[in-house]
């Protein structure tokens, strides 16, 4: 194997220090450590695990889980994919955090107990702010400018359920498009989730799109479990793209048909409920509807003599993502409509 020559990350600017090697070859499991002293953990380090695989000269993948910490199916894949590969199998490096957001894995929590803060809404973060913004923070200025690609798996959280997909941004300018939209179809799921350039740009694909680094988001099931579906398409899409990248030699099988490209982008693609009570679906995420299509009721079991209320869709469409909440409030998620792109 010629020898590899891999930049190591420089952690200068963060507060977040590494402890393990991200760049002599061989594989490696260790954490990062956040120095946050609160009543919890005075004077303490609060640990993120961090592993890295380097093989042979090649591109550096980052491959990120547990941005929010009740989405459980993209820690899973990264713990097993680390486990199943060795340097040898490698052309290039893969730099592996699978609980980006440790406090809020270990709690459960989309958010994190710490702050409170959203890491998804945090980039590209600020050094000497909260834990979150430092989480942020460590992406964007030190491991960013060492990476060829990323990779960032989602899903519904406790919250919701989203038909397994690859999500794609993209940006003003266009320059990545192309590599993120081969990278989402090399994934391998049924659906294709494009972002348009009003997505939110405080999220990691945003992050690295300001970078110039191609970037595929995954939205994995959800729930609050792991789902054994989800979590194969994690592990397929996972493979399929690092072969698409060059990273792995694995042969595929060709994609059966090309991916269904859907984007969120009219007015109603947001289902909420427009009154408090339990959201009794009558489609499910995956489903495709027209416009004015039953997709549910609110039913009120508590008031006997209460009419169920209709929800229907405003456009037409996939079902991507369902609510797992199923008493609501007004205002209450209870699913995506996704249009196929034009
Ligand atoms: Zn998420």
Same mark, same amino acid.
Not at 221 to 245: F, S
Not at 251 to 256: G, I, K, Y
Not at 289 to 295: E, F, I, Q, R, T
């Given at each position: 194997?010629?020898?590899?020559?891999?930049? $190591?990350?420089?952690? *200068?600017?963060?507060?977040?220090?590494?402890?393990?090697?991200?760049?002599?070859?061989?594989?490696?499991? %260790?954490?990062?450590?956040?120095?946050?002293?609160?009543? !919890?953990?005075?004077? %303490?380090?609060?640990?993120?695990?961090?592993?890295?695989?380097?093989?042979?000269?090649?591109?550096?993948?980052?491959?990120?889980?547990? =941005?929010?910490?009740?989405?459980?199916?993209?820690?899973?894949?990264?713990?097993?994919?680390?486990?199943?590969?060795?340097?040898?199998?490698? +052309?290039?490096?893969?730099?592996?955090?699978?609980?980006?957001?440790?406090?809020?894995? +270990?709690?459960? #929590?989309?958010?994190?107990?710490?702050?409170?803060?959203?890491?998804?809404?945090?980039?590209?973060?600020?050094?000497?702010?909260?834990? *979150?913004?430092?989480?942020?923070?460590? /992406?964007?200025?030190?491991?960013?400018?060492? !990476?060829?690609? &990323?990779?960032?798996?989602?899903?519904?959280? +406790?919250?919701?359920?989203? /038909?397994?997909?690859?999500?794609?941004?993209?940006?003003?300018?266009?320059?990545?498009?192309?590599?993120?939209?081969?990278?989402?179809?090399?994934?391998?799921?049924?659906? @294709?989730? &494009?972002?348009?350039?009003?997505?939110?740009?405080?999220? @990691?694909? %945003?992050?690295?799109?300001?970078?110039?680094?191609?970037?595929?988001?995954?939205?994995?099931?959800?729930? %609050?479990? /792991?789902?054994?579906?989800?979590? $194969? !398409?994690?592990?397929?899409?996972?493979?399929?793209?690092?072969?698409?990248?060059? &990273?792995?030699?694995?042969?595929?099988?060709?994609?059966?048909?090309?991916?269904?490209? /859907?984007?969120?982008?009219?007015?109603?693609?947001?289902?909420?409920?427009?009154?408090?009570?339990?959201?009794?679906?009558?489609?499910?995420?995956?489903?495709? &509807?027209?416009?004015?299509?039953?997709?549910?009721?609110? =039913?009120?079991?508590?008031?006997?003599?209460?009419?169920? #209320?209709?929800?229907?869709?405003?456009?037409?469409?996939?079902?991507?993502?369902? #609510?797992?909440?199923?008493?609501?409030?007004?205002?209450?998620?209870?699913?995506?409509?996704?249009?196929?792109?034009?």
């Amino acid at each position: 194997m010629p020898s590899a020559s891999f930049r $190591q990350p420089d952690f *200068t600017a963060s507060r977040i220090q590494a402890e393990i090697d991200l760049a002599s070859p061989g594989k490696r499991g %260790g954490h990062l450590g956040l120095l946050w002293s609160d009543n !919890a953990n005075p004077l %303490g380090v609060y640990q993120f695990p961090a592993a890295c695989i380097v093989g042979s000269p090649g591109p550096t993948v980052l491959l990120l889980a547990g =941005v929010h910490g009740d989405e459980y199916e993209g820690p899973v894949a990264l713990d097993r994919l680390y486990k199943s590969l060795d340097p040898e199998q490698i +052309r290039g490096r893969l730099i592996i955090l699978p609980m980006l957001n440790a406090p809020a894995c +270990r709690a459960g #929590t989309r958010c994190s107990p710490l702050d409170g803060g959203n890491l998804n809404r945090a980039f590209p973060g600020d050094p000497d702010e909260r834990p *979150t913004q430092a989480i942020a923070h460590l /992406v964007s200025a030190c491991l960013l400018p060492v !990476a060829d690609a &990323v990779i960032d798996l989602h899903s519904g959280g +406790r919250a919701s359920w989203f /038909v397994p997909c690859a999500l794609a941004a993209r940006g003003r300018d266009g320059a990545l498009d192309p590599a993120n939209l081969a990278m989402a179809t090399a994934f391998g799921a049924d659906v @294709v989730w &494009v972002l348009g350039a009003a997505n939110d740009n405080r999220s @990691v694909n %945003g992050a690295a799109t300001a970078a110039g680094v191609p970037c595929i988001a995954a939205e994995l099931g959800g729930g %609050g479990h /792991v789902g054994i579906a989800p979590l $194969q !398409a994690a592990e397929t899409g996972l493979r399929r793209t690092l072969t698409h990248l060059g &990273v792995l030699g694995d042969s595929h099988d060709p994609l059966a048909a090309p991916p269904r490209l /859907v984007e969120l982008a009219h007015a109603g693609h947001r289902v909420t409920a427009p009154e408090p009570g339990l959201y009794q679906p009558a489609r499910q995420a995956g489903d495709s &509807v027209a416009a004015g299509d039953l997709l549910g009721w609110i =039913v009120r079991p508590d008031c006997p003599d209460d009419k169920p #209320t209709e929800i229907r869709a405003r456009i037409p469409g996939l079902i991507l993502a369902e #609510t797992r909440h199923a008493w609501a409030v007004p205002g209450s998620f209870l699913a995506f409509i996704a249009s196929d792109l034009a």
